[in-house]
């Protein structure tokens, strides 16, 4: 695709000072699937390999486009989650009572995120994308639908959105303050 074909819905300026395309940070935020399920659907539109941060956090590294992210959008899921695989990586294992309150807390992590999932939307964050490329998420959100996807219209809880995040023209200060 280029720039020309698509002047109907790009912003007038599609270049930066320096003469390059101007790139666009892509936050899109849905419910009803799982983790697994979206990094199967983002590694088949774009490639890379998946990483595990933590049970609320995931990268899909090196594809088309740089690193997407993958995460429960709420800091305290994604802290006491963080939390956890500190005490996993510590490797505190001395008896058979700390291996119980590992599973336990397995456990109860899990249901803390199922439970979270019901209120807070997972949140696919997308690396800068050139404004030539993001007619390629399309397709995306229509597999993230087939695949269960719910959006805002599914309950009265839900207030997701797609956020855009494009890059500046200009940086300059009348640049700035115009955006």
Same mark, same amino acid.
């Given at each position: ?5 698509? $002047?109907? #819905? ?33 590694? /088949? ?32 899921? $994604? ?5 956890? *695989? $500190?005490?996993? /990586?510590?490797?505190? *294992? ?16 899990? #249901? ?26 399309? =397709?995306?959100? *229509? ?21 855009? *995040? =494009? ?13």
């Amino acid at each position: 695709m280029k720039l020309q074909e698509d $002047k109907e #819905w790009l912003p007038p300026e599609v270049l930066s000072a320096l003469g390059e395309e101007r790139r666009v940070g892509v936050e899109i935020e849905y419910a009803g699937v799982e983790a697994a399920t979206v990094l199967d659907v983002l590694q /088949a539109h774009f490639g890379g390999d998946r990483h595990a941060l933590t049970r609320a956090e995931y990268e899909l590294k090196n594809t088309q486009f740089g690193d997407f992210k993958l995460e429960l959008d709420a800091n305290a899921v $994604k802290q006491l989650a963080g939390l956890q *695989n $500190k005490v996993t /990586a510590a490797g505190i *294992n001395p008896g058979a009572v700390e291996e119980l309150a590992e599973s336990v807390g397995d456990v109860a992590m899990d #249901w803390f995120t199922q439970a979270a999932e019901q209120l807070v939307p997972w949140e696919i964050v997308s690396p800068p994308i050139p404004m030539s490329g993001l007619r390629e998420l399309a =397709p995306l959100v *229509n597999d993230l639908r087939s695949a269960g996807a719910l959006g805002t219209r599914h309950a009265l809880r839900y207030a997701f959105g797609v956020h855009l *995040n =494009p890059e500046l023209p200009a940086l300059d200060a009348g640049t700035i303050v115009n955006y």
